[in-house]
């Protein structure tokens, strides 16, 4: 697990020293919300675990309105003394609407480090957010994202359980 982390850093890195004058690193830490969504049978259910994530993020200027935002974070997320850490891999598109306001959409990968038996630990998802100017270097950013992959082992037909994720946060560009 920490081989997959560590070649992920190296990999956001690497994107930054090949394209460093179109592109910028920023820290990033906030608030994290896991929502686990449980449908089959005519039923669902949900439970939700709030934590907090950090993580590393860049830019890279795509055209005059465009940019690709790839993020690496950690989340924990804690619901009656059970925890769930994720590595969470937004690859987000940026759309400045203004030169304070940017509109955020893409995939979101995340992978479950913490002890998940029966859950598959890798999933995909389908994100979108807000991304606030505070000044030159400091940020502010929200983002929601929909998973889109069964997360139970064996699921029986018609049985489904997926991640939902939930961020709110303030950066830093270097």
């Known amino acids: ?47 939700d675990g709030n934590g907090f994530f950090l993580g590393l993020s860049t830019q890279f200027l795509l055209s005059e309105k465009l940019f690709l935002n790839p993020e690496i974070h950690f989340a924990s997320s804690t619901n009656e003394g059970e925890s769930a850490e994720q590595v969470i891999l937004p690859i987000m598109l940026k759309h400045p609407i203004s030169d304070e306001f940017s509109l955020l959409a893409g995939p979101q990968f995340d992978l479950v480090v913490s002890d998940s038996d029966g859950i598959n630990a890798f999933g995909l998802g389908v994100g979108f957010g807000l991304s606030y100017n505070l000044s030159g270097k400091f940020f502010a950013s929200t983002r929601y994202a929909i998973g889109l992959s069964n997360r139970l082992e064996d699921a029986p037909s018609g049985v489904n359980v997926k991640f939902n994720t939930f961020q709110a946060g303030i950066g830093y560009r270097f």
């Open 1 to 47: 697990m920490k081989k997959v982390v560590l070649i992920a850093i190296i990999a956001l890195l690497g994107f930054v020293k090949v394209n460093g004058q179109n592109s910028n690193i920023s820290v990033v830490a906030g608030y994290h919300n896991l929502t686990i969504k449980a449908n089959g049978g005519g039923m669902s259910a949900s439970a």
